[in-house]
């Protein structure tokens, strides 16, 4: 069965530093991009940060220069290092990734279960 389990998450001050980590546990034949989500109370599920296996990033626009994604693919994690943090950053982020189960199987998405993130004084 895969599962992505994340850690890394707490309560930090504004200004400080979390770092995330997601790792896929469970037979797989690929990974292919990896990303984090995040979603505050009251608000739609947005992305945050991607990385495809082939290391190519993307980042939504209120954490660029702030963020880094990044992706280790022999251990199949991936990171996120979180510096510079605001309270609107506040929210529970969520490890996405898309797998094949097999070398013929077209690739699904796989969720986390969710890491809490509070930035506050």
């Known amino acids: 069965q895969v599962q992505l389990v994340e850690s890394g998450g707490g309560l930090v001050q504004p200004g400080g530093s979390l770092r995330l980590s997601c790792v896929v546990s469970?037979?797989?034949?690929?990974?292919?991009?990896m990303g984090w989500y995040r979603q505050a109370p009251g608000k739609q599920r947005e992305l945050v940060a991607s990385i495809t296996n082939g290391a190519i990033t993307h980042y939504a626009a209120s954490v660029k220069g702030r963020f880094t994604i990044s992706r280790d693919n022999a251990k199949n994690t991936v990171y996120l290092q979180m510096n510079s943090l605001k309270p609107e950053d506040t929210a529970v982020y969520i490890c996405n990734a898309k797998i094949l189960l097999y070398s013929y199987s077209w690739p699904n998405d796989y969720w986390g279960q969710g890491t809490q993130v509070t930035v506050s004084s």
């Open positions: 469970g037979n797989v034949y690929r990974v292919n991009d």
